[in-house]
């Protein structure tokens, strides 16, 4: 494989402490977590206690004020070994990072420690039974009231919702406008009027939990506004090659943990008198998807490179998160075949993974969108 280029030794130890404890505390109970239908905050607790929640943002707010690297290094880690449980990256790099960009002093101080130290979850609610793709369309909103905001509304397929002690909600202080009346407001699990309903059912990742969150006369303190009214739409845009590209991130490890699982199978697996992986048709298979998995990775590696120089732009990364979420369905698909049977029952990993890989192409602007971004600079 094409050496990485990316991370030093200093990442690598990382790398290396990330992944003790993804066998030592998740490894044992992830089984149970998706029974379960979620992670418990114990173990939230104890990523927090091993460093690896909030590691980017500032030591002065809880964090490690290391690299977007170190983040990569935690989503790729997690995915390696398949474990879709823990939300963890949308909690440590998409949540905090707006309150450390946009929020006060004071809201810092308040809430990331608590974040880094996994005392509390972050989600983030912009997706309504209406409005997906189009967020613009959304229809919650929150109208103030002397030193209070009233919210009103729903939102669906949240994210860390069922577990979430703060929720960012991304909702109109402004009914009357579209983008420009768009503001976000952190609601805290417990406020009146605002309450969690059914842990939806999914396909695919059933150890996160994704949830509906109902807002009726909700009073949330003019105090927990991010940024200014109206400035949330613009708050949304600014980060959202990171946000793409962390999704490509777990694509690629994702393909490369699935192509390790299935030489493994197929060189075991004896057919004919001979191993899985002597036949021609397994070889193709396998050196066509690894290929593209090594483009894949060079070129999620390079928009990694480039978002450290803060030259990445939304549709290099838009292109990184359609075409190796693509790639990762086509490959576990193919991966899955050659285990024959086996690759339909659940017992074996690349069952979980096939379907815990559909959702790659939907979520986080689905494929189309991506594509409607790229078109949008031909
Ligand atoms: C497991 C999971 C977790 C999620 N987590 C979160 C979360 O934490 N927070 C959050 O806010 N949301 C979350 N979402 C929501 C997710 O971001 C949306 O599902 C996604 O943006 C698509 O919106 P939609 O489901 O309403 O589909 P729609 O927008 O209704 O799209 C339906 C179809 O139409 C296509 N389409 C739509 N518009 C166009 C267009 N202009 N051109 C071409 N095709 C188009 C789409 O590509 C899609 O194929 C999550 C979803 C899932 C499934």
Redesign the pocket.
């Known amino acids: 494989m094409i050496p990485r280029s990316s991370y030093d030794e200093d990442h690598e130890m990382f790398r290396d402490s990330v992944r003790k404890f993804y066998e030592r505390e998740v490894a044992p109970h992830h089984a149970q977590w998706e029974k379960d239908g979620f992670v418990p905050k114990s173990a939230w607790a104890k990523a927090g206690e091993a460093g690896l929640l909030c590691a980017t943002m500032p030591e002065e707010y809880g964090g490690q004020g290391v690299d977007r690297r170190y983040s990569a290094i935690i989503m790729e880690e997690q995915a390696y070994l398949g474990f879709t449980g823990p939300?963890f990256s949308?909690h440590s790099d998409?949540v905090a990072p707006y309150i450390n960009a946009y929020g006060t002093d004071e809201q810092k101080k308040r809430w990331l420690p608590l974040m880094a130290r996994g005392e509390i979850i972050g989600?983030?609610?912009?997706?309504?039974?209406?409005?997906?793709?189009?967020?613009q369309g959304v229809k919650t909103t929150a109208i103030r009231d002397g030193e209070h905001y009233v919210i009103n509304g729903q939102?669906?397929?949240?994210?860390?919702?069922i577990n979430s002690d703060l929720v960012i909600l991304?909702c109109k202080t402004d009914p009357k406008q579209g983008a420009k009346g768009m503001s976000l407001i952190v609601v805290e699990a417990g406020t009146p009027g605002f309450t969690k309903g059914r842990n939806?059912e999914?396909i695919?990742?059933p150890a996160?939990d994704?949830g509906e969150l109902f807002f009726a006369d909700a009073r949330v303190p003019a105090a927990n506004l991010l940024g200014g009214e109206g400035q949330g739409f613009y708050m949304l845009m600014q980060e959202l090659a990171w946000e793409r590209l962390q999704i490509a991130i777990m694509a690629v490890a994702s393909c490369e943990a699935a192509l390790k699982w299935t030489i493994d199978y197929t060189r075991e697996r004896k057919q004919f008198g001979k191993s899985i992986l002597d036949f021609q048709n397994t070889r193709f298979k396998l050196a066509e998807l690894k290929t593209q998995t090594q483009i894949a990775r060079v070129f999620v590696d390079r928009c990694l490179d480039l978002l450290m120089d803060k030259k990445l732009d939304v549709s290099e990364a838009a292109m990184a998160k359609y075409w190796t979420t693509d790639l990762q369905g086509k490959l576990l698909d193919e991966c899955l075949q050659l285990h024959g049977g086996y690759g339909f029952m659940m017992e074996y990993p690349i069952a979980r993974a096939y379907l815990d890989a559909r959702?790659q192409r939907?979520?986080?602007?689905?494929?189309?969108?991506m594509?409607?971004l790229i078109g949008r600079t031909l």
Not at 123 to 135: K, N, Q, V
């Open positions: 939300g949308l998409i989600a983030i609610a912009m997706t309504e039974p209406g409005a997906g793709s189009d967020l939102k669906t397929f949240i994210t860390n919702g991304v939806l999914k695919g990742m996160q994704t959702v939907i979520y986080g602007g689905t494929n189309e969108i594509k409607e």
